[in-house]
């Protein structure tokens, strides 16, 4: 695992962008899974930034979103279809069929389930998937709990969750319950992960993430058993860690190498 600590939040925004951009270059018809949440922000505003005045074109990109709220539609100003369009693809060349979301009103939400995990399939499966970290280690919508073999399902959510997200919501009460997310299974199924925490409210969740102990409670310590996986951190997301000094060596070391070193 790598991870990269820089002092502010744009700088590990504008790393994990160029990140993309390099393996976007490398292979056509990218597949490239999403988050929503504050995290990623600072990260899609870089990649539109590349877009406008680097020429960077996602024109053969195909996106697929981690989760979307069960029970509210794409029209929905809290729904995370709106987040995307809005906060990403419709300020770059992507084409809006090759960007899946999530049907947060689909009736048989299991076979939309299937169908999801399908089309992820048939698309050559995930490439690099973007992940944020709620501050009970959630990674998609996959509460504590969840099985590190899950896949895309209906999850029922957390209390703390739900409160979490009240303040995005006129009440409490219009908060949905639900949510179909990717499983834990699919996302460590994506051939590379990047995960972005910034601030202290990360801090404590971050270092148990990445030198705790692993464990379905903290669905994102699931990252440990992949073999490709980038961490960027800002310092006060980073300032629980034990091993900051060992990060920073082994990213000098990367350096003199010339190459990423898992
Ligand atoms: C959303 C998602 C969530 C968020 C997490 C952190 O698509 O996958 O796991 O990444 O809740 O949210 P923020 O970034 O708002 O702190």
Do not use: W
């Amino acid at each position: 695992m790598r991870v990269i600590i820089r002092k502010t939040y744009d700088e590990i925004s504008a790393e994990a962008a160029m990140l993309i951009r390099a393996r976007m270059l490398r292979k056509k018809n990218f597949v490239l899974g999403l988050a929503t949440g504050s995290s990623p922000l600072g990260l899609y505003r870089e990649l539109i930034r590349l877009h406008r005045q680097e020429g960077l074109s996602f024109k053969n990109v195909i996106t697929f979103n981690l989760d979307e709220y069960y029970g509210i539609g794409p029209g929905h100003p809290q729904s995370y279809r709106y987040f995307m369009n809005e906060n990403l693809f419709n300020h770059i060349d992507i084409k809006k069929s090759a960007t899946h979301v999530p049907d947060g009103l689909a009736k048989d939400f299991e076979k939309f389930c299937r169908g999801y995990e399908n089309a992820i399939k048939k698309a050559g499966g995930i490439d690099l998937q973007v992940l944020g970290i709620g501050s009970d280690g959630h990674i998609g919508f996959n509460e504590p709990g969840s099985a590190f073999t899950s896949r895309t399902r209906l999850i029922a959510l957390d209390e703390q969750t739900i409160a979490d997200n009240a303040r995005f919501f006129s009440k409490k009460e219009d908060v949905p319950r639900f949510a179909i997310s990717m499983g834990v299974g699919t996302i460590l199924e994506a051939r590379e992960l990047i995960l972005i925490a910034n601030g202290t409210k990360k801090a404590d969740i971050i270092a148990r993430t990445l030198e705790g102990p692993v464990t379905s409670l903290i669905s994102a310590t699931a990252i440990h058993f992949h073999p490709r996986v980038t961490v960027f951190l800002d310092e006060d997301a980073a300032s629980k860690l034990q091993r900051v000094g060992y990060y920073r060596f082994a990213e000098e070391s990367e350096k003199a190498i010339g190459k990423e070193i898992f």
